[in-house]
């Protein structure tokens, strides 16, 4: 694969990212967290709120580097292999969370909650494996 493939391909995973932490913002009001965090103590509904809030940062924050520091991620380098092993475990967690604690039986159901479901896990199936496959790549080349 060419080095310009390489490159647009890791500004896409930047992209894409940055298009799941933008959806992530519309998901309180879509799942109604007010209505549905009301029982819960201050406490838990605040620690709900700020896991959120870290779980959008980290989204924001890993697409903004593969958008904008494609080239410092493919470079052979420790820290970008680790990088590279950190978001790709990152988002192979969020394969399984999706795939085994979100079955469809608690899901809402309809259409546009499907076509999101499917539209997600395809999403971050593909950014695990990018991740995932430069890591071993850059790994076999000896970044470590």
Known sequence: MSETTMLNLMRVAGG????????SVAIPRVLDWNGELRPLSPLLRRLFW??????????????????????WL???????????????LYWGARVLIQFFLFEKAIRPQGFWYDAADWSLSTAFVALASWFLWNAAR???AGAL
């Open 16 to 23: 894409l990212q940055l298009a799941i932490a933008a959806g």
């Open 50 to 71: 700020v896991y959120a809030g870290y779980i959008f940062a980290f989204n924001l924050m890993f697409g903004l580097l593969c958008a904008f520091g494609a080239e």
């Open 74 to 88: 493919l470079r052979p380098d420790p820290l970008a292999a680790c990088f590279l092993v950190w978001m790709g």
């Open 138 to 140: 850059m790994l076999a």
